[in-house]
Every structure is written in structure tokens, then in C-alpha cells.
């Protein structure tokens, strides 16, 4: 149930973030959800869209991957990513980043999580009875 995150470099300059996010937006995608990290000379824009490829397409002139990573869908109140990280804590699974959106469904959150070994990470939290998302759920998570 691992969704596709699009990882996108951009030369850390003036106005490449907006060049970037424009393109996807003048083509009609909406991001679910975004990261940007940055280094002195280049930024990673880590993207959660609903289609990937032709987001892919759209970003042509910049190096691009396509990574899978967990979405998770939790409680939206105190201490509910506590517990889910907790959970992966306890079986030892390494968490290398992790950030977070928002959807149209009450009272629920999401966050974004990239571990090192995703299919070990889905079975432990399956077991736990914490829901994860997949490319297809994303679709229906905002109108």
C-alpha cells in the first residue's frame, strides 16, 4: 500500500521553487503533499501527487525520482504520531524523514513517512491496525 513520492532537485536560486510548483500547477495537478530541504546549493522538493508521470513529464527539465514512501492515516489529536512512531520504534525500523498534510476528512491527518524497509514498516503497522494509504486513496483525499 506504499504510495510513489516524486523527488524533485532544484538549483537553489531566486524564484526555481515557483518555476517548479507552477508548472504542476498550470497543468492541473494538485499536491497533496510538498517537502523542500535544502543544501547551500540545491534544494530536494519531495512531492505526494495524485498522478506522478505526467507530473514527471511536466517537470522534465529537472533531475527527478520516483520513491516509495508510507502514508499514513491517523487521529487527528495530541499525541497520535507518538503512537504510530512508537510502534515502528519498537520493531526497529529507521525512519529517515517524515512530514505531514492535511486532507478533507474530519477529525483524521496524514503523514508522509520514508523508512528503510517500507514493506517490513506496512506489515508492523497493519498489525498494529493503523491505516496506510496507497496512489489510488490519494485521489479521493480532497474534492
Same mark, same amino acid.
Given at each position: &500500500?506504499?504510495? /510513489?513520492? !516524486? ?7 531566486? =524564484? *526555481? !521553487?515557483?518555476k ?7 497543468? =492541473? ?9 535544502? /543544501?547551500?546549493?540545491?534544494?530536494? &522538493?519531495?512531492l ?12 522534465? @527539465?529537472? *533531475?527527478?525520482?520516483? *520513491?516509495?514512501?508510507i502514508?499514513?492515516k &491517523?487521529?487527528d489529536? /495530541? ?9 515502528l ?6 525512519i ?6 492535511a486532507?478533507?476528512?474530519?477529525g483524521?491527518?496524514?503523514?508522509? !513517512?520514508?523508512? @528503510? %524497509?517500507? @514493506?517490513?514498516?506496512?506489515?508492523? !503497522?497493519?498489525?498494529? @491496525?493503523?491505516? /496506510?494509504?496507497? %496512489?489510488? %486513496? ?6
Amino acid at each position: &500500500m506504499a504510495i /510513489t513520492q !516524486l523527488s524533485v532537485f532544484l538549483e537553489n536560486v531566486p =524564484g *526555481t !521553487l515557483c518555476k517548479a510548483v507552477s508548472a504542476i500547477s498550470g497543468s =492541473g495537478i494538485n499536491i497533496r503533499a510538498l517537502s523542500v530541504a535544502d /543544501t547551500r546549493d540545491f534544494g530536494i &522538493m519531495r512531492l505526494i501527487v495524485p498522478d506522478v508521470s505526467k507530473a514527471k513529464e511536466i517537470l522534465g @527539465d529537472y *533531475t527527478a525520482a520516483e *520513491t516509495k514512501v508510507i502514508a499514513v492515516k &491517523m487521529e487527528d489529536r /495530541t499525541g497520535a504520531l507518538k503512537e504510530i512512531l512508537e510502534v515502528l520504534e519498537k520493531a526497529a525500523i529507521n525512519i529517515e524523514y517524515v512530514y505531514a498534510f492535511a486532507a478533507s476528512v474530519p477529525g483524521s491527518a496524514y503523514v508522509v !513517512l520514508r523508512v @528503510d %524497509d517500507v @514493506d517490513y514498516a506496512e506489515a508492523v !503497522l497493519a498489525k498494529n @491496525d493503523i491505516p /496506510t494509504l496507497n %496512489d489510488e %486513496d490519494l485521489i479521493h483525499l480532497l474534492p
